[in-house]
């Protein structure tokens, strides 16, 4: 029996997100397959009180089962690295999708410009479902099915709670400010990556910094695929996860 494998999503969205790939992966992998929402999204309601990166991966860690194979999509791939280096004993691998150590951009590092991320927290407090839509369609950026990509995710999303604002918010403090990458340079459990080529939240080389920070990281990249690469390249997508876990 293989070790179970928990989805965590990204920022705005929820465990629906997972719906696309979850019965093949189901399918693949011997151990059960679990989507969980990040504290404050989907059916996640509760949230700690402040929403720190600590306070929200300790809530998320107390659902998870002794060695499990955490797989994170953007925010959810810190949530991820987190866990396993606070909670080790929770966490066999971690794999992360689309997702860095540090997602904000500086004069050494790849990642979003912070006038970005500012954006979104200006829009956030007048245009919610706007600010959300408009992170959708940056995610699918570079697809060539970005139109069918943005389209499945609303219907996939739209099956679940909206986020709460104050997790909407406190996500986007997390992305801009919190660096785990020492965390991730020292961190014994095994980590690999998926990304994708096309990807203008994670950019490619940000990919090569993560190799020098970690040696042994392993990673795929998908060529044509963007920040999504489990809805807009499916099959490739399951065939690399697979030879990971």
Known sequence: ?????????????NQGVWQVIKPELEFCHDGEVRCLDLPGFGNAQSIPTPYTLHAAAEQLSTQLNEKSILVGW????????YIAAHWPDKVAKVVLVASTPFFAQ??????????????????????????????????????ESARDDIKQLKALLNQYPAPQEQALSAGLDILQQDDLRELFANLSVPVR???????????????????ALQPQFEYEVLDKASHAPFISHKAAF????????
């Not at 399951?238 to 876990?245: G, P, V």
Request: proline share 3%; hydrophobic share 45%; aromatic share 8%.
């Open 74 to 81: 953007s925010l959810g791939g810190l949530f991820a690295l």
């Open 238 to 245: 399951i065939s690399a996860l697979k030879s990971m876990c």
């Open 193 to 211: 990556g998926i990304f994708g080529r096309l990807d203008s939240l994670v950019p490619y080389r940000a990919i090569e910094k993560m190799h």
């Open 106 to 143: 500086t004069d050494e590092w790849p990642g979003i410009k912070p006038d970005v991320l500012n954006a979104f927290k200006d829009q956030l407090v007048s245009h919610r479902e706007k600010t959300i839509e408009r992170f959708l369609a940056i995610q699918a950026m570079g697809s």
């Open 1 to 13: 029996m293989q070790n179970e494998m928990v989805l965590l999503h990204g920022w705005g969205m």
